[in-house]
């Protein structure tokens, strides 16, 4: 009976055989979902009706998408004595004092390709020079500006990196081939594999970062990283006298996290390493008598969420700009009745009602939480880079629209390292951030994957300059290849997703479709992931691809409501009030940045978010209550 419902002629046959494991109950959910998919329907549905599509897939996903590859020999130890986060993010889950700590495998999503398609086929230089390389700059419009971008690289730093064995491997254009990668040939360390332990994933990757959302950026990963940062005095950090970051004897930043490090990331850093600051100077002003260990505890902990809000509630909603994802996200933070509602009463009516922040336990559905394969190569978006960087002159008065006048655009290649370094210590904090907020990012498009990038001098952990450059657009083709991420179409069946038959399935573009027929053949398995994300039809409002979007969903939500401190130690007796009402009260990245330069905005800021072009027009307002709206967009 169950194996002929499984079999019904309305599922995708290419879905049949992933539900015999559903129970009937989540086969039901997935007709559901799967007839809003076929109708190609969900972002067009009125706003509830789509927040409820949402809901179900991320049930799906919690049940069928989360994967553990090894089992963990931590301890069990007592939450009560690590009431704070830890340098090496040991001691969170609540029994296993290593789950989600530095150096601990990445999960997956989905188990790893099935296909047997070889790390060279197609070749990445091919891939990469017909399908991803820039050939004219395409911007995000007013949507999303340089500092959405360089959050998101801030973020990245915070949560995933790979550790690298010691053999290299090497790419080399095939032969004969003209017109392809700028360096013909180069080098890079592979990924170091691990024996895992378990009979499913045998092997698997370790993330040299914390996973968990807890400004490691800022903080480091480990014991060392934090030492090299604080002052241990007042619990602050180091910050030099120009507001920016201080450097080592060799020019490189002292900073949580600074590997392939940039003028504008280390600038977010800096702003964090202020907040953060700032923050002890609220607990020292409410708790005399906190000494400088608690004091840095406890500005962590606010720091963070600060962190963690302003991506959930204003970096998020700029990135998917449609009103059910606006809701969504004020959802995953104050729940359905809203931040008044939670202000009033507190946190008294379960993750829907009253958010996944302050929930009374952290939940990981049963599979230990960690950043996952998938998850890092959906955010393989360095076209989001522009070629340069348009510097603003902020000396003088704003004109009418906000928008100052352009003083030069300096090369991205300028403000890499510890030469961006130089260069941002001579333009300043101000003028930088100003600029970033002017300047529209790049779109996560084919054929937008910046050029400088494609002959890149990358860092080592240390921040150190590698002796050799490599081209990232090659290697990050390899890289998911390399990693037994499935490609495209397995990725979005394993998804519970509709897979393409044709390339036309994927785009409406004929340029672009010949271009893939040129790579791939007729072989839309072949398709790599990152072309593939890269190349589809985007939904109204969306920057990144629905296929990306779906990790997220599920993923997004997990960063909180697996770590006690966004659900059981949410509270004032963890963060203290002072701390918590801090949280509360910062809403935005726009609040953070008017904490610490109370003009800027005024003066430079006419749109609604700080992560949209500054001069764009502020959002119109909507005089239809949110769940009232009709379309979502
Ligand atoms: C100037 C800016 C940037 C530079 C120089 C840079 C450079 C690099 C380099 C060298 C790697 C390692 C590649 C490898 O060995 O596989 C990397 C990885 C990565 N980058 Fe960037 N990146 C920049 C900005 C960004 C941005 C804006 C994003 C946006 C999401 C991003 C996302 C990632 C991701 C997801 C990885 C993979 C991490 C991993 O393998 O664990 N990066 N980047």
Same mark, same amino acid.
């Given at each position: 009976m169950a194996l002929s419902l499984f079999s019904l002629p309305f599922i995708h046959p290419q879905l049949r055989h992933t539900l015999p494991r559903m129970n009937l109950f989540d086969f039901i959910l997935f007709c559901v979902v799967h007839l809003v998919d076929k109708l190609g329907l969900w972002h067009r549905l009125p706003l509830l009706l789509g927040l409820a599509y949402l809901g179900l897939r991320r049930h799906l996903h919690q049940r069928y998408n989360l994967f553990h590859v090894a089992p963990l020999h931590g301890h069990h130890y007592d939450t009560l004595h690590?009431?704070?986060?830890?340098?090496?993010?040991?001691?969170?889950?609540?029994?296993?004092?290593?789950?989600?700590? +530095?150096?601990?495998?990445?999960?997956? =999503?989905?188990?790893?390709?099935?296909?047997?398609?070889?790390?060279?086929?197609?070749?990445?230089?091919?891939?990469?020079?017909?399908?991803?390389?820039?050939?004219?700059?395409?911007?995000?419009?007013?949507?999303?500006?340089?500092i959405a971008c360089s959050? %998101?690289?801030?973020? %990245?730093?915070?949560?995933?990196?790979?550790?690298?064995?010691?053999? +290299?491997?090497? %790419?080399?254009?095939?032969?004969?081939?003209?017109?392809?990668?700028?360096?013909?040939?180069?080098?890079?360390?592979?990924t170091k594999k691990f024996k895992t332990g378990s009979s499913n994933m045998k092997t698997s990757h370790l993330n040299?970062?914390?996973?968990?959302?807890?400004?490691?950026? %800022?903080?480091?990963?480990?014991?060392?990283?934090?030492?090299?940062?604080?002052?241990?005095?007042?619990?602050k950090l180091r910050i030099s006298e120009d507001g920016l970051l201080e450097h080592d004897e060799k020019g490189i930043p002292i900073s949580g996290d600074v590997r392939n490090c940039w003028a504008d990331f280390s600038l977010l850093q800096a702003l964090f390493v202020k907040e953060h600051n700032a923050v002890c100077n609220m607990l020292k002003a409410h708790y005399p008598d906190f000494d400088d260990e608690q004091l840095y505890r406890h500005a962590r902990l606010v720091t963070s969420a600060v962190i963690a809000k302003i991506h959930t509630i204003d970096w998020t909603v700029e990135l998917l700009r449609t009103d059910t994802l606006l809701a969504a996200m004020r959802i995953n933070w104050y729940g359905f009745l809203g931040k008044k509602f939670k202000d009033l009463f507190g946190h008294i009516c379960g993750p829907i009602f009253s958010g996944l922040v302050g929930t009374r336990k952290p939940i990981d559905h049963g599979v230990p939480y960690s950043l996952t394969e998938e998850f890092v190569s959906v955010y393989r978006m360095h076209s989001l880079l522009p070629d340069d960087i348009v510097l603003r002159d902020i000396k003088l008065p704003a004109a009418e629209d906000k928008c100052p006048p352009v003083l030069e655009r300096v090369p991205m290649s300028n403000l890499l390292g510890k030469e961006g370094e130089r260069r941002l210590s001579e333009i300043g904090m101000e003028q930088m951030l100003v600029s970033m907020g002017h300047q529209s990012c790049g779109a996560v498009e084919l054929w937008n994957y910046p050029t400088w990038i494609r002959n890149l001098i990358a860092h080592d952990i240390d921040g150190e300059d590698r002796p050799d450059p490599v081209d990232m657009a090659s290697m990050e083709v390899y890289r998911d290849r390399e990693r037994e991420v499935a490609r495209y179409n397995e990725f979005r069946r394993n998804l519970l997703m509709i897979p393409i038959s044709k390339w036309e399935d994927l785009t409406d573009d004929e340029e672009v479709i010949e271009a893939l027929r040129e790579v791939y053949g007729d072989d839309v398995e072949k398709l790599d992931l990152i072309v593939g994300l890269h190349a589809e039809k985007k939904i109204k409002g969306f920057a990144i691809s629905e296929t990306a979007f779906f990790i997220f969903v599920l993923m997004a939500s997990r960063r909180l409501?697996?770590?006690?401190?966004?659900?059981? =130690?949410? =509270?004032?007796?963890?963060?203290?009030?002072?701390?918590?009402?801090?949280?509360?009260?910062?809403?935005?990245?726009?609040?953070?940045?008017?904490?610490?330069?109370?003009?800027?905005?005024?003066?430079?800021?006419?749109?609604?978010?700080?992560?949209?072009?500054?001069?764009?027009?502020? =959002?119109?307002?909507?005089?239809?209550?949110?769940?009232?709206?009709?379309?979502?967009?």
């Open positions: 690590y009431a704070y986060r830890t340098p090496d993010g040991t001691c969170n889950h609540p029994s296993d004092d290593l789950v989600g700590s +530095q150096g601990t495998f990445f999960g997956r =999503n989905m188990p790893p390709a099935t296909s047997d398609y070889g790390l060279l086929d197609p070749h990445p230089t091919v891939v990469a020079s017909k399908l991803l390389a820039r050939k004219k700059f395409i911007d995000t419009g007013s949507q999303f500006n340089m959050w %998101i690289q801030f973020m %990245i730093h915070d949560w995933i990196d790979h550790l690298e064995d010691t053999e +290299q491997v090497e %790419i080399r254009d095939p032969d004969g081939y003209l017109g392809g990668c700028p360096l013909k040939s180069f080098k890079f360390f592979k040299t970062r914390t996973p968990w959302w807890d400004g490691s950026v %800022i903080y480091g990963n480990n014991e060392k990283g934090m030492t090299r940062v604080r002052t241990f005095k007042d619990g409501e697996a770590d006690r401190f966004f659900t059981s =130690n949410f =509270n004032s007796k963890t963060y203290t009030e002072g701390g918590l009402e801090w949280v509360n009260r910062t809403e935005s990245l726009k609040d953070v940045i008017d904490r610490h330069f109370p003009d800027m905005t005024r003066n430079w800021m006419r749109c609604s978010s700080a992560f949209s072009v500054w001069n764009s027009m502020p =959002n119109p307002t909507n005089y239809i209550p949110l769940y009232l709206r009709l379309a979502s967009s």
